[in-house]
T-cell receptor, first 114, second 117 residues
Framework: AQSVTQLGSHVSVSEGALVLLRCNYS??????LFWYVQYPNQGLQLLLK??????LVKGINGFEAEFKKSETSFHLTKPSAHMSDAAEYFC????????????FGTGTKLQVIP | SAVISQKPSRDICQRGTSLTIQCQVD?????MFWYRQQPGQSLTLIAT?????????ESGFVIDKFPISRPNLTFSTLTVSNMSPEDSSIYLC??????????????FGAGSRLTVL
């Protein structure tokens, strides 16, 4: 069984400030981890993914996330927020190894204040 | 990655009626997935639709309420039957992409926002 917890349904940051969106997961087997972003009236799109190898993964739009097995975390960061980053962000997990069901977190809405 | 078109993008429906949502993909895909996205909740998988076989439904979802068709490798429909206000939600179609990574990376349509009065 697997689950995802996203701390904070709403996060506000000032433009230019650090963005930190938290994600903790639970998985009985090694996981694959994802962050998706959803802009208003659009579907979700993949920001980045961790499967194997380097634990720090870089994604689109300057975002990155670090897989920390000891902390069962996969937090999303960006050094400097931009107005265009305002969106909803979803963390997701799936067991490794072939096709497996994806479990999503409840999402975090990011507000960027000018 | 695949491009997914969903329609309708939004609709307002009366209680007791049914609505069919269409999902068209610009390439052939084996698996198509239907999700429900309710405000403040995570995306919930309704069912997996494979071409040529019956859809596989997740716990809490039944075929009589959410019949799915998958007539070919680029198209699927989801019907929400006998709707009630509790069915008001965004319904998302998705497909598996990035098969080389071995992970179930998903591409989503823009969603169909249903409001049931």
């Amino acid at each position: 069984a697997q689950s995802v917890t996203q701390l904070g349904s709403h996060v506000s940051v000032s433009e230019g400030a650090l963005v930190l969106l938290r994600c903790n997961y639970s998985s009985s087997v090694p996981p694959y981890l994802f962050w998706y972003v959803q802009y208003p009236n659009q579907g979700l799109q993949l920001l980045l993914k961790y499967t194997t190898g380097a634990t720090l993964v870089k994604g689109i739009n300057g975002f990155e996330a670090e897989f920390k097995k000891s902390e069962t975390s996969f937090h999303l960061t960006k050094p400097s927020a931009h107005m265009s980053d305002a969106a909803e962000y979803f963390c997701a997990v799936t067991p490794s190894g072939g096709y497996q069901k994806v479990t999503f977190g409840t999402g975090t809405k990011l507000q960027v204040i000018p | 990655s695949a491009v997914i078109s969903q329609k309708p993008s939004r609709d307002i429906c009366q209680r007791g009626t049914s609505l069919t949502i269409q999902c068209q993909v610009d390439s052939q895909v084996t698996m198509m997935f239907w999700y429900r996205q309710q405000p403040g909740q995570s995306l919930t998988l309704i069912a997996t639709a494979n071409q040529g076989s019956e859809a596989t439904y997740e716990s809490g979802f039944v075929i009589d309420k959410f019949p799915i068709s998958r007539p070919n490798l680029t198209f699927s429909t989801l019907t929400v039957s006998n709707m009630s206000p509790e069915d008001s939600s965004i319904y998302l179609c998705s497909v598996q992409t990035d098969l080389n990574s071995g992970a179930n990376v998903l591409t989503f349509g823009a969603g169909s926002r249903l409001t049931v009065l």
